[in-house]
């Protein structure tokens, strides 16, 4: 099986939105970056050799980070040391991601960007925990508190998104592999119905209130 081919029938609606996100903002990624959980995942290749520093900070030693350290707890980094601040797939495994938040916002510089990413209606995955799951209203509301104005928030896929998202987890746990190979058939039907969550009817009627998950782009005051 090619890489491709295993990308497109093992990753989730979820992972490939993130990665496109992520490379339609690789220009945001500039001068000295801070990666909490910094360990690689899906198709996005993160521009460590277009800036001036790419700093992992990872609460497991075996990602082999920069800072070994709890995001909630940043007190090895001083003030306003970073320009980017990546905390993709993070505050969902953090106890207390207000804290976390502060932490992030502290060591960001006065005008710089932080890129955020969490799940929604997507399936509990400890890493090594799962705590909880955001709102765009809590979003919006600790995104202030903190000192961040929120310039990008988009909902990663709605309705339809979440229920193809829901299909492809059954496919994925199908014992039999003829049987999961014979769902495969069906995928590119649910990459079709997804696209059904860009219409304004989905997107203004009550199906417009599920999602996956967020994406967010927000500066410091």
Known sequence: MT???KYYLSASYRRKMLDKLLVSHEGFYRGRVMDIGGKDRGAFI???????EWFVVDIASSNEPDLLADVCDLSE???EQFDVVN??????????????LRECVRVLKTGGTMIISMPFLFPIHADPSDFQRWTE????QEAAA???EIEELIPMGRYFTVSMEMWKTFVRIVPIRPVRWFCYLAY???DTLTRLDRLRFVQNSTLGNYTTGYYIVARKR
């Not at 905390?87 to 976390?100: K, M, N, W």
């Open 77 to 79: 980094l001083n003030d």
């Open 188 to 190: 590119p039907l649910c």
């Open 3 to 5: 890489s491709r081919l």
């Open 87 to 100: 905390a993709t797939e993070l505050f969902e495994h953090v106890s207390d991601p207000e804290q976390g």
């Open 146 to 148: 903190v000192g961040l």
């Open 137 to 140: 209203h809590k979003w919006r």
């Open 46 to 52: 993160k521009p460590r050799h277009k800036v001036d």
